[in-house]
Structures are given as C-alpha cells and as structure tokens.
C-alpha cells in the first residue's frame, strides 16, 4: 500500500500550499489518479498478522504508519504525516474480492474512506474503485480498475466522480475509450459542473475548464 501512495509528498504537499479550494481538489485527484498504475505489478498480496506494524519515511520527512488491524477479511489501517504537518493522510483499506465471468476474473477492492486532513480544516475524502483482473484461467491476462473513483470535499462543497471506460467496441459518454481511460466532472453541491476531468491512468490527467 504505501507503493500507491508514492506520489504523496508532491501532490499533496501543493494541495496543501493551494489557496483555491477547486485547484486543491485538483490536487489531491492527480495524487489519487497518479498511483493507480501500480495495481498493474500484480504483485503477490503480503498478508500480514493482526497487529504487525510498519513505519517508513519518504525523502522529504513526511512520515509513514501501518498496521494489520483485521484478519478475515484483512484489514489495515494507515497514517500519512507531512514532516511540516501540512497535511495528515489517513485511512482503513479493507480488502475484498470475488470471482466472476465464471471464474476467469477476479474483481476486488481495497474498501474504505481515506481521507486527506488540511490545516485550514478542509478534509477530502475518497474510496478506490473496484480492479478486474482477467484471464485467471484462460486469456490474455488483463488488468483494469472498473465502475468509478468518487471525491467529496464537504466543507467546500465540491464532488467528483470519475466513470472509467469498460475498452474499446463499448459505447461510453458518447466515445469508445481504451478501457485505461475515464472521465468526469468536479461539482459543486448544486450540481453545476466547475470542470471537466478526463484522463488514463497509464498516460495523463487533463482537467478541462
């Protein structure tokens, strides 16, 4: 988990120096957005024991916390700490999966509210979406984040959420997007659409104004 969260000191560190509450919002969806490429490892899972701990630090000072907090499913809990307390970064990933396309995908998720504290009290919270893999057991193995990535910043009123594209041949808001792709809009409360998001995770992040 701490792989995901690798872009942190420069993202979220310019979040917190935003003075603007929407480029902040920004900010903190180009961190989100930005680590999701390391899902594509495929990495074999650790499974940690309830308890068993690990603290790191990145370059800059910012600081580290984890913890197994649960077994059946497992659980963690984590904690992100700018070294000038700009920023604190906190959260429960709980992790879930399933078989499905019968049996040759597995469809899984680290479930649970993150959520990014600034100074000002302005607090982001997001959930990551659901990852498909395919080919389990037959096929070209395939890799995708699936449904949406969805952020809320109550105190000032803003909200997004990022539909991903299910590939190529599928019809998705009028286009038919690598299945890499999204797209959505930052809104406010009322509903008016401030910007237009679109992006990959693989390639870029355009915020369309």
Known sequence: MCDYFCT??????????EQDPVE????????VVSGLHVAASQRKPFNSIIGETFQGQWPDGTKLYLESTGHTPPM???LVEHVDQLYTYEGTFVFTGKMASLGNALVGRQGGKNRVHFRDGT???????????????YG?????????????????GL????????????VYGGNSLPIDCFEGHISNDGGYKICKVQGSWLEFLRFNE
């Open 123 to 137: 607090v982001i919270e997001f959930e990551y979406p659901f990852l498909k893999m395919g080919g389990i057991l």
């Open 140 to 156: 070209k193995r395939t890799l995708q984040w699936i449904e949406a990535l969805e952020f809320r910043d109550a105190r000032n």
């Open 159 to 170: 909200r997004a959420k990022l539909e991903f594209s299910q590939g190529p041949g599928v």
């Open 8 to 17: 942190g000191p420069t993202y979220l560190r310019k979040a917190a120096l």
């Open 76 to 78: 963690l809990s984590f």
């Open 24 to 31: 902040r919002f920004k900010a903190v969806i180009a961190f």
